[in-house]
């Protein structure tokens, strides 16, 4: 549409390829200059073997295997700590106060990991003390750090695992009864720890809704017997559940009773 006009008046036309040319023809010597300014380093990639030096290959294993356990970071954070629990029922304590997105994500989800860093902090500074630290003076292997580092979070989960759900998983594995919790493997415990802290979080939920739960029955009976059925009961009830909540302290009662669980 647009060109068929330009073509019905030339000199309009004219000034429009002359605009395009010029437009193109700076594109043209800013790319050319540039390219001239600032040239590419080139960059060379040489696969070669290393069979007759097995201590590279074995630095190069080193390598990868630190690079896995560095994408794995956030998993373990999220699945092999308190981080699991805090954070579910912080989301539940939102819904049941019916604030909708109060508080945001972020700060649920950052005040979760300052209290798994205040819960696991006894943990952390076993594994520092046990295994890292040897490591990095050169008095044990790297195994034996991995196996050190492991057995304070494999105490911290048997802990809160239930019995029940250690149990599930060794039977779905097809493997014998371990006699001594020691000889759980962490394959058999971390999903069970898992499903035991989502039950655990569960729980913690429900009772935080019972209060709510009620209140948000009494307003809907009294708006009823009103007969004021078109008034939403969420109005009236949210600002009875902030008050509620703040007259009994809930921030203290709910993230203190979160870290004494963990005891």
């Not at 308190?82 to 819904?95: A, D, G, W």
């Not at 509620?244 to 203190?256: A, E, H, K, M, S």
Request: proline share 6%; net charge positive.
């Amino acid at each position: 549409m647009i060109l068929d006009v330009l073509k019905k008046d030339k000199k309009i036309y004219r000034k429009y390829l002359i605009c395009i040319m010029v437009i193109f023809g700076l594109v043209f010597f800013a790319s050319s200059s540039w390219g001239q300014s600032f040239s590419v380093p080139s960059i060379s990639l040489n696969v070669g073997d290393s069979g007759d030096e097995p201590g590279k290959a074995a630095v190069v294993i080193q390598l990868l295997f630190l690079l896995t356990v560095l994408s794995l970071a956030p998993a373990i954070l999220v699945m092999l700590t308190s981080f699991t629990r805090i954070v579910v029922v912080l989301s539940l304590l939102r819904h049941a106060l019916g604030t909708q997105q109060i508080p945001a994500n972020q700060i649920v989800i950052g005040l979760a990991l300052f209290l798994t860093f205040f819960i696991m902090t006894p943990v952390w500074s076993e594994v520092n003390s046990q295994a890292l630290q040897p490591y990095i003076r050169e008095e044990i292997s790297a195994e034996r750090a991995f196996d050190m580092a492991a057995q304070p979070i494999k105490n911290f989960m048997l802990k809160q695992a239930r019995e029940k759900d250690i149990a599930l998983f060794i039977k779905i594995s097809k493997e014998e009864m371990p006699k001594k919790p020691d000889e759980i493997k962490l394959p058999v415990l971390m999903p069970a720890f898992v499903i035991s802290e989502l039950k655990t979080a569960f729980q913690i939920g429900f009772m935080i809704y019972l209060p709510f739960l009620i209140l948000d029955m009494v307003i809907a009976s009294v708006l009823l017997s009103m007969g004021m059925m078109m008034l939403p009961p969420i109005m009236i009830s949210l600002p009875f559940k902030l008050l509620l909540f703040v007259l009994v302290d809930g921030w203290n009662l709910i993230i203190g009773s979160l870290v004494q669980s963990f005891a």
